[in-house]
């Protein structure tokens, strides 16, 4: 049974910074398949930062030079360090792992039947 654990969410004010982590357990496919998704108040989930394979990092342009992905895959965990926070920011954020997909040549993480953590609340005031 797979089960991924966030933790570090809290209130901060904007310009602010917080970290994000999350372990999984029970999962096979490494820290090199697991990302980051948000969702807002009266918004639907959108894919904050997301490795999409060994090499790839993937990022939603509203947080690009602000946020940071990191991994162990010793510890099939990720980490979302998130510095300059805005209001913007405010969300459930939900660490996700994803499922390996062929591709002709290699492989790569597809978050379509994603296991998804509990979620954790990051609130920015302004």
Not at 27 to 41: E, H, I, K, N, V
Not at 93 to 121: E, I, K, M, N, V
Request: charged share 20%; with cysteine; net charge neutral.
């Amino acid at each position: 049974q797979v089960q991924l654990v966030e933790s570090g969410g809290g209130s901060v004010q904007s310009g602010g910074s917080l970290r994000l982590s999350c372990e999984g357990s029970g999962y096979t496919y490494g820290a090199d398949c697991m990302g980051w998704f948000r969702q807002g108040p009266g918004k639907v989930r959108e894919a904050v930062a997301r490795y999409t394979s060994a090499d790839l990092t993937l990022y939603a342009d509203s947080v690009k030079d602000r946020f940071t992905i990191s991994r162990d895959n010793g510890k099939n965990a990720v980490y979302l360090q998130m510095n300059d926070l805005k209001p913007g920011d405010t969300a459930t954020y939900y660490c996700a792992a994803g499922q390996w997909r062929p591709l002709l040549y290699g492989r790569y993480c597809s978050y379509d039947d994603a296991y998804w953590g509990q979620g954790t609340q990051v609130t920015v005031s302004s």
